[in-house]
C-alpha cells in the first residue's frame, strides 16, 4: 500500500502531466495554423506522451487501492509571438515537470514507500530524456528561426530516424489499456 502523502503527490502530477497534454495540444495546433506539419505533428506526439503518464499514474494509484482524482486543468497558453516561443515554453514546463518528479521521488525515498519509489523512477529517466531532446530542439527552431522550413527538414529526417525504436519492457502500464506513450 503506497504513502497517503505519495499518492496524493501522484495525484497532483496527474494534473500537471493533463496540463502538459493540453499545452502540447495548444502548441500543436499553433503550429498548425503556420503551416508547419512537421512541429505540429512532433507536439501532437508530445500531447499523447504527457496524457499516458498520467494514465500510467492513475493505473498505479489503481493497482495500489489508491483512489486516483482527475483534476481539473488550468487552459494552456495559445498565442505566441513567434516560432520559437513555444519551444521555450515547452523546455520550462519539462525542466518544471523534472522538478516535481524528483520531488515525489524524494517524498517516496523520505516516506520508505518502497513501491512507489520504484514506480516514479521510470518517470525520472524519462524526463532526462525530454528535456534532452526539448532542448535540441529549441536550439535548432532557434538556430532557424528566419528558416522554418528547414526545421521541418531537420524533423522528418529526426522522425524518419528514429522510426522502429524499441519498447521500454520497463514503462508502467496505462489505465484503460494502452500500451506506450
Known amino acids: 500500500m503506497t504513502s497517503t502523502s505519495f499518492s496524493g503527490a501522484v495525484n497532483e502530477q496527474i494534473g500537471h502531466e493533463f496540463a502538459a497534454h493540453q499545452q502540447y495540444v495548444a502548441i500543436a495546433v499553433f503550429y498548425d495554423g503556420q503551416t508547419l506539419p512537421h512541429l505540429a505533428q512532433y507536439f501532437y506526439k508530445q500531447a499523447l506522451e504527457e496524457r499516458g503518464h498520467a494514465m500510467m499514474m492513475v493505473q498505479y494509484l489503481l493497482d495500489q487501492d489508491a483512489g486516483p ?46 513501491a512507489g519509489e520504484q514506480f516514479i523512477q521510470w518517470f525520472i529517466k524519462e524526463q532526462v530524456e525530454e528535456v534532452s531532446s526539448m532542448s535540441d530542439l529549441l536550439t535548432v527552431v532557434q538556430r532557424l528561426i528566419d528558416s522554418p522550413m528547414q526545421i521541418e527538414e531537420h524533423l522528418a529526417r529526426e522522425v524518419a530516424a528514429s522510426a522502429g525504436g524499441s519498447a521500454d519492457p520497463t514503462e508502467p502500464a496505462q489505465a484503460g489499456g494502452s500500451a506506450g506513450a
Not at 81 to 93: C, R
Open 69 to 114: 482524482i482527475i483534476p481539473a486543468v488550468a487552459a494552456p497558453k495559445t498565442n505566441f509571438d513567434d516560432i520559437v516561443a513555444p519551444v521555450s515554453l515547452a523546455l520550462q514546463q519539462e525542466k518544471t515537470v523534472t522538478d516535481q518528479i524528483n520531488a515525489i521521488a524524494a517524498l517516496a525515498r523520505d516516506e520508505s514507500d518502497f
